[in-house]
């Protein structure tokens, strides 16, 4: 087996080991970042679940107090048409008024803690966009372990000619063999013609 031969499987070996290196590296990366995003994600969902719980039982109270006031209301007023007792209603008119205001006061306030649940950080979107940097800064150092997978693989080849090469050329070139190939003829153009048939077969010219 040659040097170069040698070289090559050196350097295969060499890309080989940093190629797997780099795929384990990066599953390592990916499966840290999917761990917690799920991580981020539950405790997300879980910060607002026990408002969420709490507003919607709230909301459903409100519906229900309503529907009793407008059924107080509904009395009240069949009453007035039948006995005209004004007083009556009167008094139902102010109480379903004051039920009503405390229903909105238990709205405003449920939506005021909703929103702050949702207000509080960090939002879903924070959650990804703290990823997509993350994966980016990773994604720097991915790159650099790839440029030396492609550097290892790059000296596999010289672009260099081996010593025995030049040594040959120069062999060919600058030991008189155009005149051997002159013959008898020493002439400076019949010279020039063989030094340039050389050439042409080396592949210099």
């Not at 040698?6 to 761990?35: F, H, N, P, Y």
């Not at 507003?55 to 007035?80: F, N, P, T």
């Not at 990804?128 to 990773?138: G, N, S, T, V």
Request: with cysteine; proline share 2%; charged share 35%.
């Amino acid at each position: 087996m040659g040097r170069y031969e040698r070289a090559a499987k050196s350097s295969l070996k060499e890309a080989t080991a940093l190629s797997q290196g780099i795929v384990s590296s990066i599953k390592q990366d990916l499966r840290r970042e999917e761990v917690r995003l799920e991580e981020e994600m539950k405790d997300r969902v879980e910060s607002v679940q026990k408002i969420l719980n709490e507003v919607s039982s709230i909301q459903d109270a409100i519906v229900a107090g309503s529907s009793e006031v407008m059924k107080e209301l509904e009395k009240s007023r069949k009453k007035l048409v039948k006995g005209g007792d004004r007083e009556s209603m009167v008094a139902q008119i102010l109480a379903a008024a004051g039920r009503l205001g405390e229903l909105r006061t238990l709205h405003l306030d449920s939506v005021s803690r909703i929103q702050g649940a949702l207000a509080r950080p960090p939002s879903a979107v924070d959650i990804i966009e703290r990823l997509a940097k993350d994966l980016l800064k990773m994604s720097g150092s991915w790159e650099s372990s790839a440029r030396e997978i492609d550097e290892s693989i790059s000296e596999v080849v010289d672009a260099n000619p081996p010593i025995e090469l030049v040594s040959l050329s120069r062999e060919i070139n600058n030991n008189g063999y155009d005149l051997i190939l002159a013959g008898e003829d020493r002439g400076d153009e019949n010279i020039e013609r063989c030094r340039s048939k050389i050439k042409q077969l080396t592949g210099e010219e």
